[in-house]
């Protein structure tokens, strides 16, 4: 939405204003706050409003990029009473220090904390503050700190003898800090040590409590990630299910499909609808499956699930049998799902009639007389959930439950019913920029009797309306209620109207000094008339962050006045220099002078740069030319303003990756610098590596003080590998250089480069049947179950085709299959040992079980692990899994993956990348045979009888519309006499040999490609 006139003239006149006093008025409000904080006799009081205080003086600090503002958040941060939360805040503010480049000031800022640590007594917190320091550490790639505290954490939990769950929440806090921080094999051990606990457990409320703290890791850890959201929750079910008799397994499950359904997309729900239902039917509360099934349907309809509208309502009548159950309360919340329900999914008129009628029963039951006028509003409020779930256009539901307000609600309750609906109206008229629906609301608005709700809708109404370019009917609102804020009765109340009210005044009004006495009033009504340490609490921590808020706006529109000052300036510059006179530009120099004072030095160093060099060359110009008039300065004379920047993309890396004798990986990055300026102190380092995996050899940070334009440093890392499997993603580096033109450090991620070492450092061992039987009964069963979208015979033949390819280091134990009454049964087992020195070789054996229906597109593979070496266990399973599911394309320039409808027992195929047409040499009668690829070529297509047959099923089953379809897969230039030929073919006036070969003549032979993918 554009800027209105006020604000526009609001930016134009800023800067004439002295702001510095409103910097400092806000400042002095902080500080009051502060001053109220440390007077508070409460200590968890005292310490939230402190520790507030900081946070807020950071983040202006860091919004504002203001170092002394940083620094007297770290002075603040020395009056927090509680230890805990004192040096959370204060890595908090090494951690901005870090970003800002303050190396020196973050590491000393953590050098004592870690001493001032080991004043928290508490197992949990002190680890949790430990692991806040120990990931600092890491990030400024101080290794050797950050393992010492590490290691200082796990001594600590393993000596501890107290609780058990105090001892669980450390481990797990050390296990989500490891996750994060994608340190896995580290990570694994953690969890199993957990897991061990858990399982010598005996009393059922260790076991409970134990259980529920992990699950609650698992939900906070899904919620964090980005890629693992489901493989946590997932993980998380699996957990609780070998639980069953856990009395609060309804609760887990609850927490856990709450989460599911908020973090998955529609494309996972719909997939596993079976398989969530199947949860859902698990559980036996009826209180929580009804909660559950409600969230379930919320998210269908959210997601636009395709799910049988029968099924729906058997499923909401379903929901009756629980309601009798249940107390009052719990009886209204349950009645008002289902209604929501059948609103959503059967009939919207039908949510209103039955609303009635639950009103009506509410008012006439006995059952209900405690607390009934918070069960009828409980009830006449559901209206705005169900209008913000179902988001119609009109208001028509909203202005219904006004209707139900007037006739229903309770006196003390009806006010604010009301003001929750109506607010929920402005908010909607303003979302369709419907005037008429605000004016309508506002009517409604001055029938509220009471004041402390009225001012809140009319409050909405009037930032709604100057949304929408309605500024003197807002103005009016504004007004009238900065007259009547001082009669709201309710001290918490007034003080909320209070920082509502400041707000609307300092940023849509433009009136700084008020809106921050009204802040002030607010302090002082908190003061004096707030009872109860909680309450004052709040009220504090609300007033600093609208104040703090206040202190942002103004910082950006200062920003942005400057920037529209130096944008006109520049402008005008611009004019001058094109009359191209020596009087033009002696004008332009004292422009671009003046336009030198609206940069933000810290910000557009970039814009000073090009603009101090614009000057000092128009200077020279003058000076050394004669004294003519026509100067003729052109344009083109001049590096553009681009041309002064060093982007990341100008610093340039290649990476590469090399195994090379039996254990050593050689990373090398080289960087080159093509910007047109020197970059210093070039950095590259080690950011994370798997050290469960690799162990490294060198320095894990190389530097060079500057490099110039067009020079390049190659920064070499060599590593040992641990492990008989290398993950595929082990290494993360990123190099860092100081922009010398922005001043200030400048960092760049680099693409994780492919590690894997597939099956390198496994050594084949041959063992008898009775050895591996006695391996698999020394080492604990992994086990791990998918489906391969290929017929049997295929994937049986593609395991093959790994086990006899030279880089397979498996030795083969047995191999056999049977073939009965239309199923498929083989089972492949292969032991190997590690590539270490004899006291080191692990022992690793592999069974794999391939099973399916003779004639389907669909295999079942189960892979058995017996594992002396368990950390490679994830690893193996990706490895093999990719072995095994994944057909790569057989031209060697290509390699592409192909698609699953492209593989297949006599069916032809083509590369959706390269085009290559193939055929694949399956043997039904000779399963044990590995399998080849035939490339064809287009002009021998004609002898092929598999592709013959194929192309003629092809053709036969198209229609127009295929042929459009198909058309669009060939190139421009070839499309239209493709288009021509295959409708004749798909008419019948030519044979598909006809097909070919005209289509070979005629140079479209990519249309043979484009039915095959079609």
Same mark, same amino acid.
């Given at each position: 939405?554009?800027?209105?006139?006020?604000?526009?003239?609001?930016?134009?006149?800023?800067?004439?204003?002295?702001?510095?006093?409103?910097?400092?008025?806000?400042?002095?409000?902080?500080?009051?706050?502060?001053?109220?904080?440390?007077? &508070?006799?409460?200590?968890?009081?005292?310490?939230?409003?402190?520790?507030?205080?900081?946070?807020?003086?950071?983040?202006? %600090?860091?919004?504002?990029?203001?170092?002394?503002?940083?620094?007297?958040?770290?002075?603040?941060?020395?009056?927090?009473?509680?230890?805990?939360?004192?040096?959370?805040?204060?890595?908090?503010?090494?951690?901005?220090?870090?970003?800002?480049?303050?190396?020196?000031?973050?590491?000393?800022?953590?050098?004592?904390?870690?001493?001032?640590?080991?004043?928290?007594?508490?197992?949990?917190?002190?680890?949790?503050?430990?692991?806040?320091?120990?990931?600092?550490?890491?990030?400024?790639?101080?290794?050797?700190?950050?393992?010492?505290?590490?290691?200082?954490?796990?001594?600590?939990?393993?000596?501890?003898?107290?609780? /058990?769950?105090?001892?669980?929440?450390?481990?797990?806090?050390?296990?989500?800090?490891?996750?994060?921080?994608? #340190?896995?094999?580290?990570?694994?051990?953690? @969890?199993?040590?957990?897991?061990?606990?858990?399982?010598?457990?005996?009393?059922?409320?260790?076991?409970?409590?134990?259980?529920?703290?992990?699950?609650?890791?698992?939900?906070?850890?899904?919620?964090?990630?980005?890629?693992?959201?489901?493989?946590?929750?997932?993980?998380?079910?699996?957990?609780?299910?070998?639980?069953?008799?856990?009395?609060?397994?309804?609760? /887990?499950?609850?927490?856990?499909?709450?989460?599911?359904?908020?973090?998955?997309?529609?494309?996972?729900?719909?997939?596993?609808?079976?398989?969530?239902?199947?949860?859902?039917?698990?559980?036996?509360?009826?209180?929580?499956?009804?909660?559950?099934?409600?969230?379930?349907?919320?998210?269908?309809?959210?997601?636009?699930?395709?799910?049988?509208?029968?099924?729906?309502?058997?499923?909401?009548?379903?929901?009756?049998? &629980?309601?009798?159950?249940?107390?009052?309360?719990?009886?209204?919340?349950?009645?008002?799902?289902?209604?929501?329900?059948?609103?959503?999914?059967?009939?919207?008129?039908?949510?209103?009639?039955?609303?009635?009628?639950?009103?009506?029963?509410?008012?006439?039951?006995?059952?209900?007389?405690?607390?009934?006028?918070?069960?009828?509003?409980?009830?006449?409020?559901?209206?705005?959930?169900? @209008?913000?779930?179902?988001?119609?256009?009109?208001? !028509?539901?909203?202005?219904?439950?006004?209707?139900?307000?007037?006739?229903?609600?309770?006196?003390?309750?009806?006010?604010?019913?009301?003001?929750?609906?109506?607010?929920?109206?402005?908010?909607?008229?303003?979302?369709?920029? *419907?005037?008429?629906?605000?004016?309508?609301? #506002?009517?409604?608005?001055?029938?509220?009797?009471?004041? *402390?709700?009225?001012?809140?809708?009319?409050?909405?109404?009037?930032?709604?309306?100057?949304?929408? +370019?309605?500024?003197?009917?807002?103005?009016?609102?504004?007004?009238?209620?900065?007259?009547? /804020?001082?009669?709201?009765?309710?001290?918490?109340?007034?003080?909320?109207?209070?920082?509502?009210?400041?707000?609307?005044?300092?940023?849509?009004?433009?009136?700084?000094?008020?809106?921050?006495?009204?802040?002030?009033?607010?302090?002082?009504?908190?003061?004096?008339?707030?009872?109860?340490?909680?309450?004052?609490?709040?009220?504090?921590?609300?007033?600093?962050?609208?104040?703090?808020?206040?202190?942002?706006?103004?910082?950006?529109?200062?920003?942005?006045?400057?920037?529209?000052?130096?944008?006109?300036?520049?402008? !005008?510059?611009?004019?001058?220099?094109?009359?191209?006179?020596?009087?033009?530009? =002696?004008?332009?120099?004292?422009?671009?002078?003046?336009?030198?004072?609206?940069?933000?030095?810290?910000?557009? +160093?970039?814009?000073?740069?090009?603009?101090?060099?614009?000057?000092?060359?128009?200077?020279?110009?003058?000076?050394?030319?004669? *004294?003519?008039? !026509?100067?003729?300065? +052109?344009?083109?004379?001049?590096?553009?303003?681009? *041309?002064?920047?060093?982007?990341?993309?100008?610093?340039?890396?290649?990476?590469?990756?090399?195994?090379?004798?039996?254990?050593?990986?050689?990373?090398?990055?080289?960087?080159?610098?093509?910007?047109?300026?020197?970059?210093?102190?070039?950095?590259?380092?080690?950011?994370?590596?798997?050290?469960?995996?690799?162990?490294?050899?060198?320095?894990?940070?190389?530097?060079?003080?500057?490099?110039?334009?067009?020079?390049?440093?190659?920064?070499?890392?060599? @590593?040992?590998?641990?492990?008989?499997?290398?993950?595929?993603?082990?290494?993360?580096?990123?190099?860092?250089?100081?922009?010398? /033109?922005?001043?200030?450090?400048?960092?760049?991620?680099?693409?994780?480069?492919?590690?894997?070492?597939?099956?390198?450092? @496994?050594?084949?061992?041959?063992?008898?049947?009775?050895?591996?039987?006695?391996?698999?009964?020394?080492?604990?069963?992994?086990?791990?179950?998918?489906?391969?979208?290929?017929?049997?015979?295929?994937?049986?033949?593609?395991?093959?085709?790994?086990?006899?390819?030279?880089?397979?280091?498996?030795?083969?134990?047995?191999?056999?299959?049977?073939? =009965?009454?239309?199923?498929?049964?083989?089972?492949?087992?292969?032991?190997? !040992?590690?590539?270490?020195?004899?006291?080191?070789?692990?022992?690793?054996?592999?069974?794999?079980?391939?099973?399916?229906?003779?004639?389907?597109?669909?295999?079942?593979?189960?892979?058995?692990?017996?594992?002396?070496?368990?950390?490679?266990?994830?690893?193996?399973?990706?490895?093999?899994?990719?072995?095994?599911?994944?057909?790569?394309?057989?031209?060697?320039?290509?390699?592409?993956?192909?698609?699953?409808?492209?593989?297949?027992?006599?069916?032809? %195929?083509?590369?959706?990348?390269?085009?290559?047409?193939?055929? #694949?040499?399956?043997?039904?009668?000779?399963?044990?045979?590995?399998?080849?690829?035939?490339?064809?070529?287009?002009?021998?297509?004609?002898?092929?009888?598999?592709?013959?047959?194929?192309?003629?099923?092809?053709?036969?089953?198209?229609?127009?519309?295929?042929?459009?379809?198909?058309?669009?897969?060939?190139?421009?230039?070839?499309?239209?006499?493709?288009?021509?030929?295959?409708?004749?073919?798909?008419?019948?006036?030519?044979?598909?040999?006809?097909?070919?070969?005209?289509?070979?003549?005629?140079?479209?032979?990519?249309?043979?490609?484009?039915?095959?993918?079609?």
């Amino acid at each position: 939405m554009e800027k209105s006139t006020s604000q526009r003239a609001f930016l134009q006149e800023f800067l004439k204003v002295e702001i510095k006093n409103d910097f400092t008025r806000i400042t002095a409000l902080l500080d009051d706050i502060l001053t109220l904080g440390l007077k &508070m006799d409460d200590i968890a009081s005292k310490t939230d409003v402190v520790g507030n205080i900081v946070r807020l003086y950071a983040g202006l %600090g860091e919004r504002t990029r203001n170092q002394a503002l940083i620094e007297k958040a770290l002075d603040i941060s020395t009056k927090i009473p509680y230890d805990f939360r004192r040096i959370r805040e204060q890595v908090n503010i090494a951690s901005l220090f870090r970003k800002r480049g303050k190396k020196v000031q973050a590491i000393n800022l953590l050098w004592r904390l870690q001493d001032e640590v080991k004043n928290i007594k508490n197992l949990e917190l002190n680890s949790v503050a430990n692991l806040a320091i120990a990931g600092e550490f890491y990030m400024l790639n101080e290794l050797d700190d950050y393992h010492m505290i590490m290691e200082r954490v796990l001594s600590a939990i393993e000596d501890y003898q107290g609780s /058990i769950l105090l001892r669980i929440n450390a481990s797990l806090s050390v296990y989500g800090f490891l996750v994060e921080h994608n #340190l896995t094999g580290e990570a694994f051990k953690i @969890f199993n040590s957990i897991k061990d606990i858990l399982s010598a457990q005996s009393d059922a409320t260790n076991i409970g409590e134990i259980l529920r703290a992990i699950v609650a890791t698992f939900i906070s850890l899904s919620n964090k990630s980005s890629n693992s959201q489901v493989d946590f929750l997932l993980e998380a079910l699996d957990l609780a299910k070998e639980y069953p008799t856990f009395y609060e397994l309804d609760i /887990i499950y609850r927490d856990i499909l709450k989460q599911l359904f908020i973090t998955k997309d529609r494309d996972w729900i719909e997939e596993n609808l079976e398989f969530l239902i199947n949860i859902i039917d698990q559980v036996d509360n009826d209180r929580i499956k009804l909660e559950i099934i409600y969230k379930f349907l919320l998210k269908a309809h959210d997601e636009k699930l395709d799910i049988d509208p029968e099924y729906l309502e058997q499923l909401i009548q379903s929901l009756e049998t &629980m309601k009798e159950r249940l107390s009052p309360s719990r009886y209204i919340s349950f009645q008002l799902m289902k209604l929501q329900l059948i609103g959503i999914f059967v009939n919207q008129e039908k949510y209103f009639t039955e609303i009635e009628l639950l009103i009506s029963e509410v008012l006439k039951s006995s059952k209900f007389r405690r607390n009934l006028p918070e069960k009828v509003a409980t009830i006449l409020t559901n209206p705005v959930e169900f @209008f913000t779930i179902t988001q119609p256009d009109s208001t !028509e539901m909203l202005e219904r439950a006004l209707q139900l307000t007037k006739h229903y609600a309770l006196l003390e309750k009806k006010s604010e019913i009301l003001k929750k609906i109506l607010i929920t109206m402005a908010k909607h008229g303003l979302k369709m920029q *419907d005037v008429e629906v605000l004016e309508k609301s #506002l009517d409604y608005a001055k029938k509220i009797s009471n004041l *402390d709700d009225r001012f809140f809708v009319l409050h909405e109404i009037a930032n709604a309306l100057h949304e929408l +370019k309605r500024t003197l009917l807002s103005k009016d609102i504004l007004s009238g209620l900065l007259d009547e /804020i001082g009669n709201i009765k309710a001290p918490k109340q007034r003080v909320k109207a209070k920082i509502a009210l400041a707000h609307t005044i300092a940023t849509r009004e433009h009136d700084i000094v008020k809106g921050l006495e009204l802040i002030r009033e607010g302090i002082q009504d908190t003061k004096l008339y707030i009872v109860g340490n909680a309450h004052k609490t709040v009220a504090l921590d609300e007033l600093a962050i609208e104040a703090s808020n206040i202190f942002g706006w103004i910082h950006e529109t200062e920003e942005a006045a400057r920037r529209q000052k130096y944008t006109t300036l520049i402008s !005008e510059a611009k004019k001058q220099l094109d009359l191209e006179t020596r009087e033009g530009i =002696i004008k332009a120099v004292s422009i671009y002078n003046e336009a030198l004072s609206f940069i933000d030095k810290n910000v557009d +160093k970039y814009e000073q740069v090009w603009l101090e060099d614009r000057i000092e060359k128009l200077k020279r110009y003058l000076e050394t030319s004669d *004294d003519a008039e !026509e100067i003729g300065l +052109k344009e083109d004379d001049w590096l553009k303003k681009e *041309d002064y920047r060093i982007r990341k993309s100008d610093i340039t890396t290649k990476q590469s990756i090399e195994w090379r004798k039996k254990r050593e990986l050689e990373y090398i990055i080289k960087i080159i610098n093509n910007s047109r300026f020197q970059v210093n102190e070039l950095t590259c380092r080690m950011k994370k590596y798997a050290r469960d995996f690799l162990e490294m050899e060198n320095e894990d940070v190389q530097k060079k003080d500057v490099l110039n334009p067009g020079e390049s440093l190659s920064c070499e890392f060599l @590593f040992i590998a641990r492990r008989d499997i290398v993950p595929n993603n082990a290494i993360e580096a990123e190099i860092n250089f100081y922009d010398p /033109i922005k001043n200030r450090p400048v960092s760049k991620d680099l693409e994780t480069p492919a590690t894997n070492a597939k099956f390198r450092f @496994f050594v084949p061992k041959k063992v008898s049947s009775g050895k591996f039987d006695k391996i698999k009964n020394k080492f604990e069963k992994k086990s791990h179950e998918f489906q391969v979208p290929y017929n049997v015979y295929l994937t049986w033949q593609k395991l093959n085709t790994l086990i006899k390819s030279p880089s397979f280091t498996f030795k083969v134990i047995q191999k056999e299959y049977n073939e =009965i009454a239309n199923q498929f049964f083989g089972v492949t087992r292969f032991h190997a !040992e590690s590539r270490w020195n004899r006291s080191r070789r692990h022992s690793t054996a592999i069974q794999v079980i391939i099973s399916g229906d003779i004639g389907e597109r669909e295999t079942n593979v189960k892979m058995e692990f017996f594992l002396q070496d368990p950390i490679i266990l994830y690893n193996l399973i990706n490895l093999l899994e990719e072995e095994i599911k994944v057909w790569k394309c057989p031209n060697p320039d290509c390699n592409a993956p192909l698609d699953k409808t492209q593989i297949g027992i006599d069916i032809p %195929g083509t590369c959706k990348f390269c085009s290559t047409i193939f055929l #694949l040499d399956v043997n039904t009668k000779k399963p044990d045979r590995p399998l080849s690829f035939e490339i064809l070529d287009t002009r021998d297509l004609e002898s092929k009888d598999q592709f013959m047959n194929y192309l003629k099923t092809r053709v036969k089953g198209m229609d127009d519309s295929t042929l459009d379809a198909t058309a669009l897969l060939v190139p421009e230039e070839m499309r239209e006499p493709a288009k021509q030929l295959l409708k004749r073919a798909i008419n019948g006036e030519i044979k598909p040999k006809e097909l070919v070969r005209e289509a070979i003549t005629n140079h479209v032979e990519k249309l043979l490609q484009a039915i095959l993918l079609q």
